[in-house]
């Protein structure tokens, strides 16, 4: 079992940065698949980000504004959002995947996932 915490959320100016966090518990992190997700009001959850061993993976909207990292010692992942634009509006969700998948590309679907954090409000004014 894996809890997942976030934290790092709130309201910033288009253009900004915040930095979220997720801090997991249990002693097999390193062997997870972390994620991050976003759900928009009325709209379905989306991918953003994941790390895998060393790999990272973005979604097209967010590449080359955010940075998904990990401390594996510290049982923690980060997302920093640089240049945040409105569109970014969203709860976002840390989530944790046990099962092994041979294709990176299939963790980028949240059914793949089996740990999910509550969720952070990120609010970007224009």
């Known amino acids: 079992q894996v809890q997942l915490v976030e934290s790092g959320g709130g309201l910033v100016q288009a253009g900004g940065s915040l930095r979220l966090s997720c801090t997991a518990s249990?002693?097999?992190?390193?062997?997870?698949?972390m994620g991050w997700f976003r759900q928009a009001p009325g709209k379905e959850r989306e991918f953003v980000a994941a790390?895998?061993?060393?790999?990272?993976y973005y979604s097209d909207s967010v590449k080359g504004r955010f940075t998904i990292s990990r401390d594996n010692a510290k049982n923690t992942m980060s997302l920093q959002m640089n240049s945040l634009k409105p569109e970014d509006t969203a709860a976002y969700y840390c989530?944790?995947?046990?099962?092994?998948?041979?294709?990176?590309?299939?963790?980028?679907?949240?059914?793949?996932?089996?740990?999910w954090g509550q969720g952070t409000q990120v609010t970007v004014s224009s």
């Open positions: 989530a944790a995947s046990s099962i092994f998948y041979y294709r990176d590309s299939e963790y980028f679907t949240e059914d793949r996932y089996d740990y």
């Open positions: 249990g002693r097999t992190f390193s062997s997870y698949v």
């Open positions: 790390t895998r061993r060393s790999s990272t």
